[in-house]
Nanobody
Framework: QVQLVESGGGLVQAGGSLRLSCAAS????????MAWFRQAPGKEREFVAA????????YYASSVKGRFTISRDNAKNTVYLQMNSLKPEDTAVYYC????????????????WGQGTQVTVSS
């Protein structure tokens, strides 16, 4: 069982930066694929980024590639999402997710979810 708690969301102007954190409980955090998803009002939850359990491979949605960076610190049981050059269309609730198997680009295969953190980008 893994519990995930996101933090770091907030209000930022377009062009600004935020870093989201996702703290995980459980001794086996280092074995999980970790991902970030987001959901804007009236839209489906969408994949943002993911990292393998070692952190050696990362994957990004085309809409955030080059602006967002996912990383993890297995010693701290934490995964991060550094978001730069933020745009109003990045406004959403951001969720952290975990699964034991390989990276998936849809929400269904993920077993554990955080409660979400709101990111609002003003124009």
């Amino acid at each position: 069982q893994v519990q995930l708690v996101e933090s770091g969301g907030g209000l930022v102007q377009a062009g600004g930066s935020l870093r989201l954190s996702c703290a995980a409980s459980g001794r086996t955090f280092g074995t999980y694929t970790m991902a970030w998803f987001r959901q804007a009002p009236g839209k489906e939850r969408e994949f943002v980024a993911a990292t393998t359990w070692t952190g050696s491979s990362t994957y990004y949605a085309s809409s955030v590639k080059g602006r967002f960076t996912i990383s993890r610190d297995n010693a701290k049981n934490t995964v991060y999402l550094q978001m730069n050059s933020l745009k109003p269309e990045d406004t959403a609730v951001y969720y952290c997710a975990a699964r034991l198997s390989r990276v998936a680009y849809v929400q269904g295969p993920y077993d554990y979810w955080g409660q979400g953190t709101q990111v609002t980008v003003s124009s």
